[in-house]
C-alpha cells in the first residue's frame, strides 16, 4: 500500500514556541490530505483538511491562527502549532487518500512544558 | 453528517479462540466506505478491512471477516484463531464524502 510519513516522530518545546510537522506522501500524489489528534486512550478526531494549493478546511472548534495548514505540493502538508501550550500536547496523525482509502502517518507526539 | 458507535470499550479473548467487535454507524450520504483500523501499542494506523456500501457480500481477509447488515446500519468485525498479535485498540470507521469519522474504538486483549 501507500506508504505515509511524518516528521518528527516525537517533540518536546517549551510553552510559547511553535512546531512544525510535516506530513509527505511518499510513493503517491496526494491533492487531500487530513490532520487528526488523539489524546491517550481516545479516539482520532479530524483536525483539518488540507488541499493542496488551497486553504485549509477546519473541523468546528480548531483555531485555523493556532493549527496553521500549508499543503504547497502534491506530496507535502503542514501543520504548525503557534504558540504552542500544555494542552496542545496530544498525538498528532495525519493521513492521505490514494485510492479511496486512507493512508496514515506513523504520528507525532508533541509534549509542551 | 455521519456518526460511529463502538460501544464495547474493551473486549477480550483467548488465545485461538473467535472474538466479535460490534459497531454501528448511521450517515445520510448513500455512497460510504466502512472500515477497520487497527492500532497496536506503536499507535501506528493499520487497515483491517474494508467495505464499500453497495457490496452486499460481506467482506473477508483471512482471519478478519465483517458483518455488514446495511439496515441495520451494523458493522461487526469477527476475528476468528486469534492471535497475541491482535492485541490493539480496533477502531471502526465510515468515509464519505472526503470525511474519515471514527467511533470511540475496542481495546483488544489476546489472553494466552
Known amino acids: 500500500g501507500a506508504v505515509v510519513s511524518q516528521h518528527p516522530s516525537r517533540v518536546i518545546c517549551k510553552s510559547g514556541t511553535s512546531v512544525k510537522i510535516e506530513c509527505r506522501s511518499l510513493?503517491?500524489?496526494?491533492?487531500?490530505m487530513f490532520w487528526y489528534r488523539q489524546f491517550p486512550k481516545q479516539s482520532l478526531m479530524l483536525m483539518a483538511t488540507?488541499?493542496?494549493?488551497?486553504?485549509?478546511?477546519?473541523e468546528q472548534g480548531v483555531e485555523k491562527d493556532k493549527f496553521l495548514i500549508n499543503h504547497a505540493s502534491l506530496t507535502l502538508s503542514t501543520l504548525t502549532v503557534t504558540s504552542a501550550h500544555p494542552e496542545d500536547s496530544s498525538f498528532y496523525i495525519c493521513?492521505?487518500?490514494?485510492?479511496?482509502?486512507?493512508?496514515f502517518g506513523p504520528g507525532t507526539r508533541l509534549t509542551v512544558l | 453528517a455521519q456518526t460511529v458507535t463502538q460501544s464495547q470499550p474493551e473486549m477480550s479473548v483467548q488465545e485461538a479462540e473467535t472474538v466479535t467487535l460490534s459497531c454501528t454507524y448511521d450517515?445520510?450520504?448513500?455512497?460510504?466506505?466502512l472500515f477497520w483500523y487497527k492500532q497496536p501499542p506503536s499507535r501506528q494506523m493499520i487497515l483491517v478491512i474494508r467495505?464499500?456500501?453497495?457490496?452486499?457480500q460481506n467482506a473477508t481477509e483471512n482471519r478478519f471477516s465483517v458483518n455488514f447488515q446495511k439496515a441495520a446500519k451494523s458493522f461487526s468485525l469477527k476475528i476468528s484463531d486469534s492471535q497475541l498479535g491482535d492485541a490493539a485498540m480496533y477502531f471502526c470507521?465510515?468515509?464519505?464524502?472526503?470525511?474519515?469519522?471514527f467511533g470511540e474504538g475496542t481495546q483488544l486483549t489476546v489472553n494466552p
Open positions: 493521513s492521505a487518500i490514494s485510492s479511496n482509502e486512507q493512508f
Open positions: 510513493d503517491f500524489q496526494a491533492t487531500t
Open positions: 488540507s488541499n493542496e494549493g488551497s486553504k485549509a478546511t477546519y
Open positions: 450517515t445520510s450520504e448513500s455512497d460510504y466506505y
Open positions: 467495505q464499500e456500501a453497495y457490496k452486499q
Open positions: 470507521a465510515s468515509y464519505s464524502g472526503s470525511r474519515l469519522t
